[in-house]
């Protein structure tokens, strides 16, 4: 069936390294989320990308669509402590009348003051 | 600022008892979602719910699993015979517009644990 990859599982970097988590789909997607989950609490919806090769910023977040729109990326640059958390992404995929929304198992980034 | 409220935070049950959980949608909000999470697992989606009834579902939706919008402010999940697996957090979401392709607010959720 349709899958979403996420890679790594686990990240452990000291503050103020760079951190990315990778998407990859086996299949074309419509669009895909980011979300962001603190130990203990709830996905936040972060980001959604919709065209093939977007790139969008939000502050020291970067967020890339690839061009087949197949995989994303999600880059942090000089971590911080509050960054700590699993980011998820999503891909919404639309075959036929059917349309899913799966998400990738998560990164759990852990930050080290 | 607007949320997406849930109860009970935890609710413990037996195996084989139907349980109800609540969620409050932010209330400008079209559409509805529920979600699992095992712990330490993946999100997995449940069910979307647009106008009275549902406009997509996953695998693990089956008949043991059912959702309903009694009022205006109310969506709950029901599932009929609970088992040991189905012990998870349930997030309630809500959105705007589009199904599943615009922003999802998700609520804390609800803990539930199956003896």
């Known amino acids: 069936g349709q899958q979403v990859m996420q890679i790594p599982q686990y990240q452990h970097v000291q503050e103020g390294e760079d951190f990315t988590t990778y998407c990859n789909s086996s299949t074309t997607l419509s669009n895909i989320q980011w979300y962001k989950q603190r130990p203990g609490g709830h996905p936040v919806f972060l980001i959604q990308l919709v065209k093939s090769g977007e790139v969008k910023k939000q502050k020291r977040l970067t967020f890339q669509f690839g061009e087949a729109k197949k995989n994303s990326s999600l880059h942090i640059t000089a971590t911080q402590t509050t960054d700590v958390g699993t980011y998820f992404c999503a891909g919404y995929l639309v075959a036929g009348n059917n349309r899913k929304l799966i998400w990738g198992l998560g990164t759990s980034l852990a930050v080290n003051p | 600022e607007p949320e997406v409220t849930q109860t009970p935070s935890h609710q413990v049950t037996q195996m084989g008892q139907e349980v109800i959980l609540r969620c409050v949608p932010i209330?400008?909000?079209?559409?509805f979602y529920w979600y699992r999470q095992i712990l330490g697992q993946k999100v997995e989606f449940l069910v979307s719910f647009y106008n009275n009834e549902i406009s997509e579902k996953s695998e693990i939706f089956d008949d043991q699993f059912s959702v309903e919008r009694p009022d205006g402010s109310n969506f709950t999940l029901k599932i009929r015979s609970t088992k040991l697996e189905d012990s998870a957090m349930y997030f309630c979401a809500s959105g705007g517009l589009v199904v599943l392709t615009d922003t999802q607010y998700f609520g804390p959720g609800t803990r539930l644990t199956v003896l």
């Open positions: 209330s400008n909000h079209l559409y």
